[in-house]
């Protein structure tokens, strides 16, 4: 009863998005912010080589790292190359959402 009275109070009903759709999103806005270069995608193409292990202790350095804006980048760049398969999707999905 207590949360019918709370929605029809608030008048605004908002889009839900479970936690790993809130981070895609975030993760896409990122990636998608950063400017596509020669240095980028030779260092995406070297990532997506190493092994599952290597990949991760560089993502644990970038994160322990303050690069700021393009460190962030890097961050979110190197952790889109160990994503699940429902990581994937729900980033595909973000993408999808931010060209409508």
């Not at 936690?19 to 260092?43: H, S, V």
């Not at 322990?64 to 699940?84: D, H, I």
Request: charged share 35%.
């Amino acid at each position: 009863m207590a949360r019918k009275q709370l929605r029809a109070q608030s008048g605004n009903r908002f889009a839900f998005k479970f936690p790993g759709d809130r981070e895609a999103a975030r993760r896409a806005a990122i990636i998608r912010e950063t400017p596509r270069t020669p240095e980028l995608c030779l260092a995406f193409a070297i990532l997506a080589e190493l092994d599952r292990d290597t990949r991760q202790r560089i993502i644990d350095r970038l994160a322990r790292s303050e690069g700021g804006e393009a460190g962030s980048a890097a961050l979110e760049l190197a952790r889109a190359t160990v994503l699940t398969v429902g990581e994937q999707c729900d980033l595909a999905r973000a993408f999808e959402e931010l060209e409508q």
